[in-house]
């Protein structure tokens, strides 16, 4: 792995300090002990502690780890698309130190002792923090609801039953109210599968240009309002896993209003990402869900900036070229995320339209708060779960150079600005080089 030994204590020094949890953005230093923020000076730099090594930061942005509530890995069952060590270092290069994988392997993890395979097989395999999300029913078949509570004894920290929606309001009912008793959090996708029908990207005249089938947005408000109606029925904790459309926000904003424990997400494609990126049949832009109309990414990117949208994710995604390389209608849905997450993120800050702490808030000290984990702060007494960012640094993705070994990336040959200089979990450098950054 490399890096700094976590027994001796390191100071970051002359950084731009972003803590997201407070809000607070400005020069400071920070000092990591035994792979603990030891303490945060702000304004000025400290003297070095006696054993310390110091690391000059000359004005990159020092913030805490991404934490990314939505990624799916092929181990077990398809290790060809991703594993949980080729992810922990696409993920480590694109500054996330923690990260949820999904439930849709081969075996689906449905049973504590697939939570405690994958546990056990991150803390041999992976450099960042590995969290199983459990299925809500058995097999992600939507008929029968898993063991809840001996799935979240065994390590689960969620439960989604991955890229399918819970077809069954009544599955969903119980699964709220066990959930609720067990103060557990349901994260579903938002699909009403029998609307989706033979779509394959937003419906629309783009669409129907393309002569493709087109997806409604109603695909997926209806059950964002069903499960909404089902969380003031039951009050149970839930997370819409993704939304991506102007409607979509307005019913989070009531539910909300109402006071009920909703919070919801975005993809960062469809931040960054809509419609008329799918160009010419791009099947590297087939997403589930699908971009959608300017109207629409300008609506959820209004939502984040308000912060009405809690938490960014990657929708990490990782196919082969069998399942991509195909017709657009027949291709498989999904993208890469873990490396671009935080460039491409990074595009609302320099299009001025969010601020970089609220921003970084989304991908780090929110969804921590909301999965119960600790960082996303910077602040004595947090892991070292840290990154070093060039925020401004420009380059053209070249997906051949991608840590993950899937390359099916939506931002191919597409201009980012932002690098993560270093990765650091628990004050361990995992990806970097101290010259790097002095560099």
């Not at 991509?324 to 671009?340: M, N």
Request: charged content about 25%; proline content about 5%.
């Amino acid at each position: 792995m490399g890096g700094a030994n976590p027994a001796r204590p390191v100071l970051f020094a002359d950084a731009r300090v972003v803590d997201p949890r407070s809000g607070r953005d400005g020069r400071g230093a920070v000092l990591v002990r035994d792979g603990i923020i030891a303490d945060v000076v702000w304004g000025a730099t400290p003297d070095l502690p006696d054993g310390a090594e110091r690391v000059a930061c000359e004005g990159l942005v020092l913030a805490p780890g991404l934490v990314d509530m939505r990624a799916f890995i092929g181990e077990p069952g398809a290790e060809h698309r991703e594993t949980l060590k080729s992810a922990s270092e696409a993920a480590a290069a694109g500054g996330v130190t923690t990260l949820v994988s999904m439930p849709d392997t081969n075996p689906v993890v449905d049973d504590p002792a697939i939570v405690d395979f994958l546990l056990r097989r991150a803390r041999d395999t992976a450099i960042v923090n590995i969290h199983p999300a459990a299925a809500i029913t058995k097999g992600l078949e939507g008929r029968e609801m898993t063991e809840i509570g001996l799935l979240r004894e065994a390590g689960a920290v969620a439960f989604t039953d991955g890229a399918k929606g819970v077809a069954s309001a009544g599955v969903m009912r119980r699964a709220l109210t066990y959930a609720r008793d067990l103060d557990a959090l349901l994260m579903p996708h938002l699909e009403e599968a029998s609307l989706v029908g033979t779509g394959v990207m937003n419906e629309g005249e783009f669409a129907s240009r393309l002569g493709l089938g087109g997806i409604p947005r109603e695909a997926e408000t209806l059950m964002l309002e069903r499960d909404i109606r089902l969380v003031r029925l039951t009050r149970g904790r839930y997370h819409a896993a993704m939304i991506s459309c102007a409607d979509s926000v307005e019913i989070v904003r009531r539910a909300k209003e109402a006071g009920l424990q909703v919070t919801c997400g975005v993809s960062v494609n469809n931040l960054a990402l809509n419609e008329n990126d799918v160009g010419d049949y791009r099947t590297f832009c087939k997403l589930s869900p699908p971009l959608r109309h300017e109207d629409d990414r300008q609506a959820v990117i209004q939502a984040l900036a308000e912060g009405l949208i809690d938490v960014v994710v990657s929708d990490h995604n990782p196919q082969d070229v069998e399942t991509k390389r195909l017709p657009f209608a027949e291709a498989a849905d999904g993208a890469v995320g873990l490396e671009t997450l935080l460039a491409a993120s990074l595009r609302l800050v320099h299009e001025g339209a969010i601020e970089l702490a609220p921003l970084l808030a989304a991908l780090s000290s929110r969804p921590a708060e909301i999965l119960g984990l600790p960082g996303g702060q910077i602040a004595a007494g947090a892991p070292a779960d840290l990154i070093l960012v060039d925020i401004d640094r420009p380059y053209v993705l070249d997906k051949r150079k991608l840590r993950s070994l899937s390359k099916n990336s939506p931002f191919d040959e597409a201009r980012l600005e932002g690098r993560v200089v270093a990765t650091f979990v628990a004050g361990r450098r995992v990806h970097g080089g101290f010259e790097e950054v002095a560099g």
